[in-house]
């Protein structure tokens, strides 16, 4: 099956310091690639969407300038939070589409971010 | 307006059927998903019912009604590791958007 990979699992950083997290499809191409934040116990909000080659759309109260989303190619996107602090502290995880089976969507593990 | 509604929490016991009702309200809606979530673990595909009807696979079914609005996951045969998280998925506008969730606690 399918598999995405996403790295880190885990990242503990400083205040004030960007954190980058990659988003792999290992074996397909994502046509696109969705991120979202989880609370614990709560739902997945959609962060951003974002395709190849063009520039990733933000749902509203995302703030594009933090949240830098990149998809260089079709099996690579990452996002970067940029200057995190506490409040951004959170489990960020990405999905991927594939042109075949397009409304099933593949999972990385998640990142859990802790911002001291 | 769009709205997304499904029970927060299900208690059930193994071996047993339960049903995961979810109501939905979202323009240019064209599919409705259900994924599970163990606690820690990444969201798992589970169905996708693009048209009226029941969509069967193994142990899970999933039913959607467009003119109502509504879709349900029923699960039969209940087992332990079904203990997670079930989170309805409507699809619109070329996203997909997650509900709350529905806890499923298995009683043995």
């Known amino acids: 099956g399918a598999v995405v990979s996403q790295h880190p699992s885990w990242v503990i950083c400083k205040s004030g310091t960007s954190v980058k997290i990659e988003c792999r499809s290992l074996d397909f191409q994502a046509t696109t690639m969705f991120w979202y934040r989880q609370f614990p116990k709560q739902s997945l909000m959609l962060m951003a969407t974002s395709n190849e080659g063009s520039k990733a759309t933000y749902e509203q109260g995302v703030e594009k300038d933090k949240f830098l989303i990149n998809h260089a190619s079709l099996t690579l996107s990452t996002l970067t939070v940029t200057s995190a602090h506490p409040e951004d502290s959170s489990f960020y995880i990405c999905s991927a589409r594939t042109v075949v089976l397009n409304e099933k969507l593949f999972f990385g593990s998640g990142t859990q971010l802790s911002v001291l | 307006g769009q709205s997304l509604e499904q029970p927060s929490e299900v208690t059930a016991v193994e071996g047993a059927i339960v049903q995961i009702n979810c109501t939905y309200q979202t323009s240019g809606f064209y599919g409705l998903s259900w994924y599970q979530q163990h606690d820690g673990g990444a969201p798992t595909f589970l169905s996708y019912?693009?048209?009226?009807g029941l969509e069967e696979t193994g142990r899970f079914s999933s039913f959607l009604s467009r003119s109502d609005s509504y879709g349900y996951l029923l699960l039969q045969e209940l087992q332990m590791k079904d203990s997670a998280s079930y989170f309805c998925?409507?699809?619109?506008?070329?996203?997909?958007?997650f509900g709350k969730g529905t806890r499923l606690h298995i009683l043995p």
């Open positions: 019912n693009a048209l009226d």
């Open positions: 998925a409507p699809w619109r506008d070329d996203k997909i958007i």
